[in-house]
C-alpha cells in the first residue's frame, strides 16, 4: 500500500508547481520498480504478524531481536503505566515533564550498562542529534566512521567541531584522522557498534586503543547491539569484554528492549548533566510517555532474569545463516541476527521482497539511498521468538522464490 498512485494529480491549490515535480519523479520511482511501499500491521510485532492484505506472515524484518514486543510482562507495565501516570507528559524535561519513573530507568540503564548515569530521549535519532553540538564546538575535532548511521551524520551536521571521516573500520584511517587533529581541544570518535545495513560489529578494542593513544574520547551507538549481543545483552563493549569502558553509549529502547519510544545516551556524571542543561533535542520536546518508561524497565528486568534469550538469538541467527548459505544464497558474513543478502540491483531486491510476502515472508528489499547503487539487499532480522520451524518456512520460501526469480 502506498500513499502515491499512479496518475495521481493533486487538487491542492498549494504548491502547484512543486507537487508537479514529485509527481513525475514518483512516476519514475514507480517505473524503475524501486518505489517503496509501506505495509501495515494488524496487530502486536512478533514473529509471525497480522499484515495486512497478506494475513499471517513470517517476520523476517523486525528489530523485535528478543521476542520482547509482547511478552505479557512488558505489556503489563506498559498498561500499568499508562493507569498511573497518563497517556503523556504534555512538557519537556526541565519545566514540568519529568517523572519519577523517567529517573528509575535512567538509574537502570546506567547500572546495566556500567555507566555513571543516562539520560533518555524520544528516540536515539534525537539522542545523536543531541549529543554532539553541547560537548563540541570549533575548537574540537569530531571523528566519524563514513557507514555511520544518518542520525549520526544529521547529528554531525548540527555540530560546529571539525569533522573527520575515516574509511569503514579502517583503523590506519582513523589513525590518520587522530594524527590530524592533534591541534584539537577534544576529539571524539564516533560509531555504530553494529553497523545495521552489513550486521558487522566495529572493533572496539582498535578504536579504544587508539583513543587511549591520542587523547580522544571514545562513543559508540549500541542500537543493534544493546539486548543482543555479549552473553547477557549488554551490547558490543560486553562482546569484546569490555563493559563499562566505553565513554559514551547512545542507544535505543526502540529495538530488542521491547521495542519501545525512546532512546538515551549514557555516560558519565559530568556529560549526563550536561546534556540536560544544554541538548537541545531534550530541551525542547516532550519526555518519553511514562508508559514507554515502564515498559522500557520491564525489558530490561526480563533480559536480565533471561540472559538465555540472547542464547537463542545467536542460535537461531547460526541456523539461518547456514540454511542461506545452503541454498546458495552468499549473505554478508557476520556475527549477529542481521543477516543481509546482497542482491545487486535495487529493482531486484524489491522483487524478491514481493516474491516473498506472496509465499508468506515479510522482508524488505533495501536499495539506494539507503544503501549505495548496486548493493541493495534484502535484510533479515533474526528473533529469539521465531522457531525452527519459522526459520525452515522462511528458507523454503526464499529457495522457490529466488529460483523463480533467477536469482540462485
Known amino acids: ?49 497480522d499484515l495486512e492484505g497478506y494475513g499471517e506472515t513470517i517476520n523476517l524484518c523486525s528489530n523485535n531481536y528478543l521476542g520482547l514486543c509482547d ?71 569530531l571523528i566519524s566512521d563514513e557507514l555511520n548511521h544518518a542520525s549520526i551524520i544529521d547529528g554531525i551536521r548540527l555540530c560546529k567541531a571539525n569533522r573527520h571521516i ?50 580522544a574520547i571514545m562513543a559508540v551507538d549500541d542500537s543493534h547491539a544493546t539486548g543482543v549481543l555479549g552473553d547477557t545483552g549488554r551490547g558490543t563493549p560486553e562482546h569484546f569484554g569490555m563493559h563499562g569502558e566505553v565513554d559514551i553509549i547512545t542507544s535505543t529502547l526502540g529495538k530488542a528492549l521491547g521495542g519501545m519510544a525512546g ?40 533480559l536480565e532474569s533471561h540472559p538465555e534469550m540472547v542464547t537463542r538469538l545467536r542460535e537461531n541467527a547460526e541456523y539461518f545463516r547456514a540454511g542461506l548459505k545452503e541454498l546458495g544464497y552468499q549473505p554478508i558474513e557476520g556475527d549477529t541476527p542481521i543477516i543481509p543478502v546482497i542482491i545487486g540491483e535495487t529493482a531486484d531486491a524489491i522483487a524478491l521482497s514481493t516474491r516473498l510476502l506472496d509465499e508468506g ?21 533474526i528473533s529469539a521468538a521465531h522457531t525452527r520451524e519459522h526459520l525452515d518456512r522462511a528458507l523454503e520460501a526464499l529457495d522457490r522464490s529466488g529460483r523463480e526469480l533467477g536469482l540462485l
Open 1 to 49: 500500500m502506498t500513499l502515491y498512485e499512479e496518475g495521481d494529480v493533486s487538487t491542492s491549490p498549494v504548491n502547484e508547481g512543486l507537487n508537479r515535480r514529485l509527481s513525475s519523479e514518483l512516476s519514475e520511482m514507480r517505473s524503475q520498480g524501486v518505489l517503496k511501499q509501506l505495509q501495515h500491521i494488524c496487530g502486536p510485532q512478533g514473529p509471525v504478524v
Open 71 to 141: 511478552v505479557p510482562e512488558v505489556v503489563a507495565a506498559v498498561r500499568d503505566g499508562a493507569d498511573r501516570y497518563g497517556a503523556g507528559t504534555s512538557s519537556v524535561r526541565f519545566i514540568c515533564g519529568t517523572f519519577d519513573v523517567h529517573r528509575e530507568l535512567e538509574d537502570r540503564i546506567a547500572d546495566f550498562l556500567e555507566t555513571e548515569a543516562s539520560i533518555t530521549f524520544t528516540s536515539c535519532w534525537n539522542a545523536n542529534e543531541g549529543l554532539f553540538a553541547p560537548l563540541l564546538d570549533e575548537k574540537d575535532a
Open 166 to 215: 575515516y574509511r569503514h573500520m579502517d583503523m590506519d584511517s582513523l589513525e590518520e584522522a587522530l594524527e590530524s587533529s592533534q591541534s584539537a581541544r577534544h576529539r571524539m570518535v564516533i560509531t555504530d557498534g553494529v553497523f545495521s545495513m552489513e550486521g558487522e560489529i566495529a572493533p572496539l578494542p582498535e578504536i579504544r586503543e587508539l583513543c587511549d593513544r591520542y587523547d
Open 263 to 302: 532512546g538515551f545516551i549514557a555516560s558519565s556524571r559530568e556529560v549526563v548533566e550536561y546534556l540536560v542543561q544544554r541538548s537541545r533535542t531534550q530541551l525542547f520536546t516532550n519526555a518519553i510517555p511514562p508508559h514507554s518508561a515502564a515498559g522500557a524497565l520491564a525489558a530490561i528486568e526480563h
Open 361 to 381: 515472508v515479510f522482508v524488505i528489499g533495501f536499495g539506494f539511498p539507503v544503501v549505495p547503487h548496486g548493493t541493495a539487499r534484502i535484510r533479515s532480522q
